[in-house]
């Protein structure tokens, strides 16, 4: 759904209100560990993790187009009693993420848009070490596989976090204005090619 120029662009220096207090997002993706016999006890861990939030929970597919993301969102709404919501738009899933307390994600842009909009997230990773493990290092946020996730980790101090997530949004946003700028200086310094060149001046 978001290209990586569009997460960039996230990070823009702007303020996004938080309208909604002890609100849990969660973010699926789809896996094929889910088409195995162990979807039904995966389905019933998700399902208990977001059953143990004390105040309001929101599922959001940002890839609503695979079908078999949309029917484990729809199995598990059966479940807790809670619609998925399809994301149509970058601007829609931000201003759903900027609403949340904490976002629970098994998707990297899910902890890009946390990210942005200043958001403490849980990444939920495929395996150690991959991008969305690395970010949620760098956010010193939590990073969890989905088998070895605890209810206890949604009882952290959201708030506190939040400030840290800040400060590392800050450091980006300082890093890819810093890069925009260098860039933009390179090509004013770039030397005109042949094609550029006035027709007495080419060889």
């Not at 006890?41 to 309001?56: P, R």
């Not at 998707?107 to 997230?121: D, E, I, K, M, S």
């Not at 969890?144 to 946003?173: T, Y």
Request: glycine content about 4%; some cysteine; hydrophobic content about 40%.
């Amino acid at each position: 759904m978001c290209s990586s120029r569009s997460s960039l662009l996230l990070l823009e220096e702007k303020k996004l209100q938080v309208r909604s207090k002890d609100l849990l997002i969660y973010i699926p993706r789809f896996s094929t560990l889910r088409l195995r016999s162990a979807q039904a006890e995966n389905m019933a861990k998700i399902a208990s993790v977001l059953g143990s939030w004390s105040g309001s929970v929101r599922i959001l597919s940002m890839h609503s187009s695979d079908s078999r993301e949309w029917q484990f969102c729809e199995e598990l709404s059966k479940t807790i009693g809670i619609s998925p919501e399809k994301v149509q738009t970058l601007q829609s899933a931000t201003l759903s993420v900027s609403e949340a307390s904490v976002v629970l994600t098994e998707r990297y842009h899910g902890a890009v848009l946390a990210l942005a909009c200043g958001v403490p997230f849980i990444a939920i990773r495929q395996g150690e070490g991959d991008k969305l493990d690395e970010l949620a290092q760098m956010c010193s946020c939590p990073s969890v596989l989905a088998d070895d996730f605890l209810e206890e980790m949604l009882q952290g101090n959201w708030e506190e976090k939040r400030q840290k997530i800040a400060s590392v949004r800050e450091e980006c946003v300082r890093l890819a204005e810093y890069g925009h700028t260098e860039l933009l200086h390179h090509c004013a310094r770039r030397p005109p090619t042949f094609a550029q060149l006035p027709l007495s001046d080419a060889p």
